[in-house]
């Protein structure tokens, strides 16, 4: 896949829907969700009308919201559902593209086809700075902070590995309703902008051990496609062995595809285990910075003279970044509502040897039920999931006022 060469206007996402308005825009930015924006003038408001007087500018226009395009490229687009304050389009030609485009870079056949990835014509210095856009918008916009409280946001840091990284993956297919299949249907990842599945073979961002388990479960699924009665999900997750938590070179991987069998992720020497279809972070590459980065924010390298003495991680799943962070303080207690992933974070502190660690089953706000560490001394791990803490625990984060709070986000407008 690497040495894939692939040109974009051959798999761009236009054949097979209905014929609908075609126009030509130029891409004037990205939106947070990695969408391009382009405004289409529609034409002139009459001179003296109510309607112009009513106006911004003009013109009637309308917002195009476009995928797989980066700003400054001019393309043809196909209107094909209008929402209130904007029209979605399909990309259907680059006409100009962009100096910030480079489709040489696009390793993945199926690109600007499946919904699974965005920016792969993207340089990934510039993939980077948009992200951290995306940060400073959100806060500059949405926060409500004053203008000089709103903060600085440093550079993202970078993935070590930018395709073959992701040790989960869930391919699909469907079976109509009521009907029986009467062919093989795609197995693979939603189209763009529809609910129609993408036949994938390959998936340029899974890791070889999760594309191997892919082709193989596409086989069994070739040979039994009449006998299903509905949509299947597939789950495919890498597993690590090896023989001794430091033991890099013993490492060995395979795709697990049992929700309940027990896998292995080691991050920076510790070693994570939990079911193969519970909550666990999906870019095992980033982990080490990541969690080093956490450790230093909160301030527990040895150099800190400033950290806590007591840490909560709430949304804790099987540990991760309980374990990780609990050299250097007195305790950690841990909060999830999984009591599955609970079970979990106490046997990964087992493993690790760790022993401040302590882990409670339920809604986050349940750490504020008993009697907490003192809050001058205590700072707070936040990683909720993507729809963000809900305002029963944030109203009492507030209250109960904690010395830092160092919060990791897979969705920055949930906050
Ligand atoms: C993004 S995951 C983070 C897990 C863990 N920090 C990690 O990195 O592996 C969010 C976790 O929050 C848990 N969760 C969801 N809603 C919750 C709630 N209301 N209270 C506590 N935990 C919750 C989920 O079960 C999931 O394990």
């Known amino acids: 896949m690497d040495d894939a060469k692939i040109d974009v206007k051959q798999i761009l ?85 962009s100096p910030d485009r480079d489709d040489s870079l696009v390793n993945c056949q199926y690109f600007a086809k499946c919904s699974g990835c965005q920016f792969q014509m993207m340089p990934y210095d510039k993939q980077l700075l948009h992200k951290q856009k995306v940060i400073e918008n959100a806060y500059k916009y949405f926060s409500q902070l004053p203008t ?24 699909h297919f469907d079976v109509p309703r009521k009907k029986a299949l009467t062919e093989l249907p795609p197995i693979g990842f939603g189209m763009k902008g529809r609910s129609v599945v993408v036949d994938i073979e390959e998936c340029s961002i899974g890791t070889p051990v ?134 979990y974070a106490e046997i990964n502190a087992k493993l690790n040897n760790v022993q401040n660690t302590k882990f409670i089953v339920g809604e986050a706000e349940k750490i504020f039920a008993n009697s907490l560490t003192p809050a001058n001394e205590t700072s707070v791990i936040l990683d909720p999931p993507r729809k963000g803490c809900d305002s029963v625990f944030l109203d009492q984060l507030i209250t109960y006022l904690p010395k830092k709070i160092v919060y990791i986000s897979c969705n920055v407008h949930s906050q």
């Not at 009637?60 to 700003?71: A, D, H, Q, T």
């Open 13 to 97: 996402n236009f054949e097979g829907f209905r014929e609908a308005r075609i126009v030509e825009c130029e891409i004037i930015k990205l939106g947070a969700n990695g969408d391009g924006l382009a405004v289409h003038r529609l034409h002139d408001l009459p001179e003296g009308s109510q309607e112009r007087t009513n106006a911004i500018g003009s013109s009637r226009i309308e917002v195009l919201v476009v995928p797989f395009v980066v700003p400054g490229d001019k393309v043809k687009v196909k209107l094909y559902k209008a929402q209130t304050y904007y029209q979605l389009c399909d990309l259907v030609e680059i006409v100009e593209a």
């Open 148 to 171: 000089d409280l709103v903060p600085a946001v440093d550079p993202c840091v970078a993935s070590p590995l930018k395709y073959n990284y992701r040790t989960k993956l869930t391919p």
């Open 210 to 343: 999760i594309n191997q388990g892919m082709k193989e479960q596409r086989e069994i699924v070739k040979d039994k496609w009449a006998s299903y009665k509905r949509g299947v999900t597939i789950l495919l997750r890498e597993n690590t062995s090896r023989a001794a938590n430091d033991d890099v070179a013993s490492e060995s991987k395979a795709c697990v595809t049992d929700p309940k069998q027990i896998i292995t992720e080691f991050v920076n020497n510790y070693r994570f285990e939990f079911p193969a279809g519970s909550f666990f972070q999906n870019n095992n590459s980033i982990l080490p910075l990541i969690t080093d980065y956490v450790r230093n924010n909160l301030r527990l390298s040895a150099e800190s003279t400033d950290g806590p003495k007591y840490l909560v991680d709430a949304y804790c799943g099987s540990g991760l970044f309980s374990i990780t962070c609990s050299t250097g303080v007195e305790s950690v207690i841990g909060v999830e509502i999984s009591a599955d992933s609970v079970r």
